[in-house]
């Protein structure tokens, strides 16, 4: 294991719901981030965080807020979703910026009805 | 800007032969290179990635990648390949003077099918 956990693994949601991804990361890592992973596709960045503030926020709809509460914890809030966004979502974290790799966690399957 | 391009969909390639797959960046300054690879429903896996220092990079898994600059590309290889191997790699690069973040900027990725 990487060390950053996600939950739930699999979500199938409609679209008038409010869920909740979470992340937790045990490595002591200053930077945690989302990605959603589609396929046929590149890993596209949603948001980064850094020491629990956002540093980056990449053109992403307002129906993904995410939320940093401490450093080890990352949430994805998740309400009127649309069918398009049905994708593997996927959290990270790294000890720092620039020339650290980051470790995933397994990812969220997020169906939406 | 930084960018990768991951220019095949898939690589096939029998067991016990040389694999390579292959990764081209595009930076406007020094690059961070990185290998990844998924299995299955799983996350990415860190193989192994390039600072600075020596062009020819060790990793994980008995995995090697040797970074060009003057060809702009970083591909991956391994002297023998395993049907274990088989999973999507993806290559990742950031740009070591960019203000653009932190995060890496990562290909669409290569299938590779390693068959017995």
């Known amino acids: 294991e990487t060390g950053v956990t996600q939950t739930p693994r699999h979500l199938v949601m409609g679209m008038t719901n409010k869920k909740s991804l979470k992340c937790e990361q045990h490595?002591?890592?200053?930077?945690m981030y989302w990605y959603k992973q589609s396929a046929k596709k590149p890993l596209e960045l949603m948001f980064v965080?850094?020491?629990?503030?956002?540093?980056e926020n990449n053109s992403v709809p307002s129906r993904f807020s995410p939320e940093c509460p401490n450093s080890s914890h990352l949430f994805l809030h998740l309400h009127t979703l649309q069918p398009e966004d049905s994708a593997l979502y996927l959290c990270?974290?790294?000890?720092?910026?620039?020339?650290?790799?980051?470790?995933f966690g397994q990812g969220t399957r997020l169906t939406v009805v | 800007a930084q960018s990768v391009a991951q220019p095949e969909d898939q690589v096939n390639v029998a067991e016990g032969n040389p694999l390579t797959v292959k990764c081209t960046y595009s930076?406007?300054?020094?690059?961070?290179l990185f290998w990844y690879v998924q299995y299955p429903n799983r996350g990415l896996q860190f193989l192994l990635k390039?600072?600075?220092?020596?062009?020819l990079v060790k990793g994980s898994y008995g995995f090697e990648a040797e970074f060009n600059k003057s060809q702009t590309s970083f591909h991956l290889k391994k002297p023998s390949a395993l049907v274990s191997d088989s999973a999507l790699y993806f290559c990742?690069?950031?740009?070591?003077?960019?203000?653009?973040?932190?995060?890496?900027?990562f290909g669409k990725g290569t299938s590779l099918l390693v068959t017995p």
């Open positions: 390039y600072i600075t220092g020596d062009n």
């Open positions: 990742a690069v950031r740009d070591r003077g960019s203000n653009s973040g932190y995060a890496l900027n």
């Open positions: 490595l002591g890592h200053n930077a």
């Open positions: 990270a974290s790294s000890p720092g910026p620039v020339n650290t790799e980051a470790f």
């Open positions: 930076v406007s300054g020094n690059p961070y």
């Open positions: 965080y850094s020491l629990e503030e956002r540093v």
